[in-house]
């Protein structure tokens, strides 16, 4: 038998089970980003912020944050685009895959404490376009990060899979940070 080409579709079993192994991911990040938001809205937000010492206001660690974990999410891009050799005329280093591996562990960790910060002194709200599309953004990154993450270790997937669900989670994250943290650096000033 010979392997499936990009003519060739694959066998009915097989595709099949590509399916069920993205139905599964899927549906389980579909719950997270309802869950969020289902928390956000029904929980009574506190107003308690997370607040490290040396800034300013909750505000600026919640942007610098979100602004860390925005600027990873480029690195990420540009190293996976660099070891599935998508970048002309460059060959990737062998810690390439080290730097996309912990650049986005570093992302998520930046992004954790925002997302608490969100949920828990700010729930979801929708007083204004802006603050419902970043709250709409957040449910959606942390869904779309989900099915990222487990569907990362499956064999057998179409290579589309893993960059657009890639994609999603860095086009969600961008949309936020532009919802939030540049909203707020444009309305408050770029300081500590």
């Given amino acids: 038998m010979t392997a499936p080409t990009a003519r060739q579709p694959l066998p009915p079993q097989r595709a099949a089970s590509s399916t069920a192994m993205l139905v599964i991911p899927c549906v389980i990040g579909g719950l997270v980003a309802l869950t969020l938001g289902l928390y956000g809205r029904l929980h009574s937000p506190t107003g308690i912020a997370v607040n490290i010492a040396g800034f300013s206001s909750p505000g600026y660690v919640k942007s610098w944050l979100a602004t860390v974990a925005t600027v990873l999410a480029i690195v990420q891009v540009v190293s996976a ?3 599935y050799g998508k970048v002309p005329r460059v060959t990737a280093p062998s810690w390439t895959g080290a730097l996309h591996r912990w650049s986005g562990r570093i992302a998520f960790l930046a992004a954790v404490p925002v997302a608490i910060h969100c949920l828990y002194a700010l729930g979801f709200q929708n007083y204004s376009t802006r603050v419902l599309l970043h709250s709409l953004f957040g449910c959606l990154f942390f869904g779309a990060f989900t099915v990222k993450m487990l569907i990362l270790p499956k064999k057998g997937l179409p290579g589309w899979v893993l960059p657009f669900w890639g994609a999603v989670v860095f ?22």
Wanted: glycine share 4%; charged share 5%; aromatic share 24%.
């Fill in 81 to 83: 685009l660099v070891m």
């Fill in 171 to 192: 086009t969600a994250l961008v949309l936020i940070w532009l919802t939030s943290a540049y909203w707020f650096f444009s309305t408050f000033g770029v300081h500590r």
